[in-house]
Structures are given as C-alpha cells and as structure tokens.
C-alpha cells in the first residue's frame, strides 16, 4: 500500500472553454467542458502519471495545476493549504514550489536568452538570491543535469533537442520546487535521448524529493516513472491506481484499449538500456554531452 503523504490534492477539477462561430455564426458562442470533474493526488516524493490520448484533457489538467489558468470549479490544495484562488504573495510561494516542464524545450527557451539567463529567470522572477550566488547556483544546476557549466553563456541553438530539455529541468529545479510538472516533457525526443532524461529526472526525485506530475500520451514512458497512473479520456479520469494495478490488471475498456497499442517492451532491449546507462555513469560520461 501507498502510503507517502499527499502532497498536492485535485478534486472535482472542471474546465469550461467557450469558443466563439466563425463569419455568420461570430455572435454565437459554444461551450465546451475539455476537463470535467477530474480528482487525483500526487504524493510526496513520487509519480503520478496522467495518460490518454490527444485531446482528453492532459495538458488543461496540467495548466489548471501551474495555476496557468482558472478552473471553472474543483479545488486544488498543494502541502494542506488550499491554492485554487491564491493571489499575490500566495501565488508567488506557490510558483517557488511548483514548476514546469513543457514539452518544446525550443519554444519554452527563449531563444535570445543565454542559458545563465534562462536558468535563473525563477529566481529573478521571486527575486530569490541564492547562498552561493546566482552564477555558481547555475553552474551546480547545469553539472547536475548532464550539461557543461561552461556553457552558460550559450543560447538554445546551440543545443540538442534532449540537451535543451536539460536546460528546461535545470531551469525548474533553481527555485528548489517540491512539484515538477512535466508536461509532455520527453514527448518530442528520440526513445534513446527520452530514457537517458527519464533516468535523471528519477535521479533527481531521488536525491531531492520531488514529485512529479507527469503528463505524457505515452504509456510506455509513463510506465518507466510513475508511481500512480491516472488515466484520461474526453476530459474525465477514467481510471486511476497505482502502477502495477493500471498496468497489469486494467479494469476500465478505455484503459484495456490504450494498453493493447502499447508495443511490449523485449527484456532483452531493456538489459542492453541499463548496461549502457550503467557504463555512462561509471565512466563519468555525462549522458547529455553526448547526444547528438
Ligand atoms: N484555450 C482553449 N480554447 C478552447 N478549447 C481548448 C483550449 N485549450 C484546449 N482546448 C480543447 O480542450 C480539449 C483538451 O485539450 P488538451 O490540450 O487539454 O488535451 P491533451 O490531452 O493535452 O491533448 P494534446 O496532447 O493533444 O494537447 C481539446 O479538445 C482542445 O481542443
């Protein structure tokens, strides 16, 4: 049984869109419910993946939970306090504990900015200063996620697509977050760069604490990290659990169907994964200096 505490609670979360007709029909407008009482819990130090397929409601979710946008009804309560309405001093602490991940790191980067700039832009934006200062923070960041310290006056560019992700988690990591959400965050990269990203941001919980909320249509990558799955599907969780149970004993036809696309993983290509990631580390070749 699980029993780490919950760190961050959804319940009843509903997102109404209103979209307005095109030429005769402009004055009409239509409403559409693209997240619809949907309730979870991410608990502390762990994964909860959501899956489903494009346009269930994932990345609404996501961004109701950054407090991006306004749910239409639901509350959210991240470490006991609830945040579904927090404002002003109470959103800016709540920024401090809870970053993001999206899933372009080329257009969550911007790209005349210097990844120095980049990295500490969290902190700048609460106007934290860290103990060992600002640059020597950045430079831990970028050695911690694979990346050479030296770089730092580097723009994006400059960057592999995996590489740039690295800048993206060192980004969300400055401010010392209790929650990461990864939005997508290794949907775009090739299967060798996404597992070598999965292996550090596992690291990271690891060594940090952190939790994540993981968000990919992907189940075989959300099998990888997450501790708990919750399953989406026309904007409403159709079934949630913890891994084993969403994995091995599905119960929903929604859940059945998603998993039967899924390509069955060969034990053997998993072995060769773990010596090569093993090798990486014993050899001291951080994983990010050498993706293409
Ligand atoms: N700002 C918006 N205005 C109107 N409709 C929206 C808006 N954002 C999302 N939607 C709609 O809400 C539904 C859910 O979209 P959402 O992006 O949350 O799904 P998703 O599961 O993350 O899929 P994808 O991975 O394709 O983004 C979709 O039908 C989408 O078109």
Request: charged share 25%; net charge neutral; proline share 4%.
């Amino acid at each position: 049984m699980n029993d780490a505490p919950v760190l961050l609670q959804a319940t009843g979360l509903t997102k109404d869109f209103t979209t307005r007709g095109d030429g005769a029909f402009r004055a009409s407008t239509t409403r559409f419910r693209a997240v619809d009482d949907v309730g979870f819990a991410v608990r502390a130090g762990q994964t909860l993946g959501i899956v489903g397929e494009s346009g269930s409601g994932k990345s609404t979710t996501a961004r109701m939970i950054a407090k991006l946008i306004e749910p239409t009804a639901g509350t959210i309560t991240f470490d006991g306090e609830d945040v579904t309405t927090a404002r002003g001093p109470a959103l800016a602490a709540f920024r401090t504990k809870v970053q993001v991940v999206f899933q372009d790191p080329f257009s969550s980067l911007n790209p005349r900015h210097t990844v120095e700039r980049i990295v500490s832009a969290p902190l700048d934006y609460q106007g934290i200063t860290p103990k060992q200062g600002k640059r020597a923070l950045v430079r831990d960041l970028l050695d911690r996620v694979g990346l050479n310290p030296d770089h730092l006056q580097r723009y994006p560019r400059q960057f592999s697509g995996g590489q740039a992700q690295r800048i993206g988690i060192a980004r969300a990591l400055a401010v010392s977050p209790k929650l990461v959400i990864c939005d997508e965050a290794v949907s775009a990269l090739d299967v060798s760069v996404q597992a070598r990203i999965i292996d550090l941001l596992r690291d990271l919980q690891a060594e940090r604490g952190l939790s994540y909320l993981f968000i990919a249509h992907d189940l075989a990558v959300v099998r990888q990290i997450a501790h708990d799955v919750a399953v989406m599907h026309r904007g409403k969780v159709v079934e949630q659990g913890d891994r084993e149970a969403i994995f091995d004993h599905p119960q929903d036809e929604y859940t059945k169907t998603l998993l039967a696309a899924v390509p069955t993983i060969d034990p053997s290509w998993e072995a060769a994964r773990a010596t090569m990631l093993e090798q990486e580390r014993t050899h001291g070749s951080a994983a990010g200096r050498t993706e293409a």
